[in-house]
């Protein structure tokens, strides 16, 4: 008698394999996906959140914002890499794209004596 595989048996171990690949790979990439934006985010919460910091270390030059006399201003990203806040060669996942650039901005907003910070990508 013959030791091996039969041809049929082969053909049914690639169907098995080739099934579990199918169900694999979109999930893996969904996964992937959602890595990204996930860094991105974080990426964008640490910018708003060293400009907080910067306002709170520069109260002089934000009082007017603090004291509700002047409703929005937007702090360069810039400004809080050369202040040592963030890093500048972050770079957002999905697109590849460096996140701190000369366009890129946080607008602070006062609304009613809360202030709110949104990263604005240049």
Do not use: C, W
Not at 62 to 73: I, Q
């Amino acid at each position: 008698m013959k030791k091996g595989f039969t041809l049929v048996e082969l053909l049914a171990v690639l169907v098995i394999l080739g099934a579990i690949i199918l169900v694999a790979v979109p999930s893996l990439i969904s996964t992937n996906k959602a890595s990204e934006e996930n860094e991105y985010s974080e990426f964008k919460t640490t910018i708003e959140n060293a400009a907080e910091a910067y306002v709170e270390i520069h109260p002089d030059k934000y009082a007017d914002l603090k004291n509700g006399t002047t409703t929005s201003v937007t702090i360069p990203t810039e400004t809080l890499v050369s202040a040592g806040l963030v890093e500048g060669n972050m770079v957002n996942p999905q697109t590849e794209n460096r996140i701190i650039s000369e366009a890129s901005y946080v607008s602070a907003q006062n609304s009613s004596g809360v202030i709110t910070y949104t990263y604005v990508a240049g």
